[in-house]
């Protein structure tokens, strides 16, 4: 997820204050619908609490309705704060098409310690966890891109005790890594991995992903896979397992081709969907399967 904050606590229907300021000089229109998938896929990670650009914000009916529509008729909704954690779960109470995923963004966590705030902020995540329609703690990990020498200790104390909170519900992990693979396969290894374990929107190598499949766990591709410059990605796709893999759109970033830099929604997917077969030589069908099994062995079925 791209760094943003503020939802404050609001009602699914309200339409949230998260949003990255656009430089107004692209086209921003929201894409047209793809062909729907036959097989109905899950999006694994996504983010209906930000709007991107801001005033063109999707409310969750309006969501539901077109990603349904496209084959896609569940979601998981990720909260990256303690706002957005708290809608995740609102929202997950209110749409049965809809589970949470709840942390503190890696980004966050320097953030909250410099204020005072940590401890209390993953304290109320972890009560949070508690709710069954949380199905996953998460996005956590590390993000050396943002985030300088004096504020990963912080993110690594955060992504640790993020790991003792999954295990300790029996939460899938969601992981966020941005140029800190080596630190966060380190971290899992040394903490110990909880038993479902999913590298969301994964930006590792052929290498990488065949060490993290060799462990059971699951590489959630978005739509950084179509893009043209992403050869070693598509080349780590190649090499996962197909019980391994799942499908996200991170939206209303990342944004598959070909409407990169568009807003991003879960309606999308079949694009992904499509262009990970292409890579995997799978028929599309065989692939939406597979995905939509493993998304129920990941994050339980809903």
Request: aromatic fraction near 6%.
């Amino acid at each position: 997820m791209t760094e943003a904050r503020g939802t404050g606590d609001r009602s699914p229907s309200e339409r949230p204050n998260r949003a990255r300021h656009d430089d107004g000089r692209r086209d921003r229109s929201r894409p047209p619908a793809p062909e729907p998938l036959r097989v109905p896929v899950a999006d694994s990670h996504c983010h209906l609490d930000i709007a991107d650009p801001p005033d063109d914000w999707l409310d969750v009916a309006a969501a539901l309705a077109s990603s349904g529509a496209a084959g896609v008729p569940r979601i998981v909704q990720i909260g990256c704060d303690r706002a957005g954690a708290r809608w995740a779960v609102q929202t997950a109470r209110q749409y049965d098409a809809i589970v949470a995923g709840v942390a503190l963004h890696p980004n966050e966590a320097p953030v909250l310690a410099a204020a005072g705030e940590l401890d209390d902020a993953l304290a109320e995540i972890d009560a949070l966890a508690a709710d069954p329609r949380v199905r996953a703690v998460g996005e956590t990990g590390l993000d050396y891109f943002r985030t300088g020498g004096d504020g990963r200790q912080t993110q690594r104390a955060s992504f640790r005790a993020h790991i003792e909170m999954a295990k300790r519900h029996g939460k899938a992990l969601v992981i966020h890594d941005r140029d800190a693979h080596a630190d966060v396969l380190a971290t899992l290894e040394e903490v110990g991995a909880p038993e479902r374990v999913v590298f969301h929107c994964f930006s590792g190598d052929a290498e990488m992903a065949r060490h993290c499949a060799e462990r059971g766990w699951f590489l959630s591709f978005a739509g950084t896979v179509t893009f043209r410059n992403a050869d070693s990605l598509r080349a780590a796709l190649a090499v996962t397992p197909l019980p391994q893999l799942l499908v996200e759109t991170d939206a209303p970033y990342l944004t598959p081709m070909p409407y990169r830099g568009r807003p991003n929604a879960s309606y999308l997917i079949p694009l992904t969907v499509r262009a990970m077969a292409a890579v995997k030589g799978v028929d599309e069908d065989e692939l939406a399967t597979a995905i939509t099994a493993n998304t129920d062995r990941a994050f339980d079925p809903w």
